[in-house]
């Protein structure tokens, strides 16, 4: 499936070769069949390789809160470090809705106590 996104044989083995393959080809094909474009598949695949980084994900367990705002610290770290991303802004509501949408992380319900 990577090989219709991505010219570059080093980007197609970069996506077929990160955790995570059999859960990001189902939501790929999901997207697929709910009307994406290719640009927008691409993009997702994208995407979907930043929140497996940014989570420390190598199995399809399920994740934090905690986790999601430590990933959102080093996005943030990382975006205000890079003036050429400087424009792009930070939604936590986005990256988690986003990782809750794949189907295969649940995000725990914690109580914040302060």
């Not at 980007?11 to 070769?17: D, G, I, L, N, Q």
């Not at 497996?52 to 080093?74: G, K, N, T």
Request: proline content about 3%.
């Amino acid at each position: 499936m990577f090989d219709q996104f991505f010219k570059s044989p080093r980007a197609v083995e970069r996506h077929s070769t990160s955790p995570l393959l059999e859960e990001r080809l189902r939501y790929l094909a999901r997207c697929a069949r709910q009307g994406s474009t290719k640009s927008s598949l691409r993009q997702i695949a994208q995407h979907l390789l930043v929140f497996i980084d940014y989570l420390h994900l190598e199995a399809a367990d399920e994740i934090s809160v905690e986790q999601i705002h430590a990933a959102a610290d080093r996005w943030v770290r990382n975006v205000t470090s890079d003036s050429a991303n400087a424009s792009q802004t930070w939604n936590p509501a986005a990256m988690s809705g986003s990782v809750n949408r794949l189907g295969t992380h649940r995000v725990k319900r914690t109580t914040e106590t302060t």
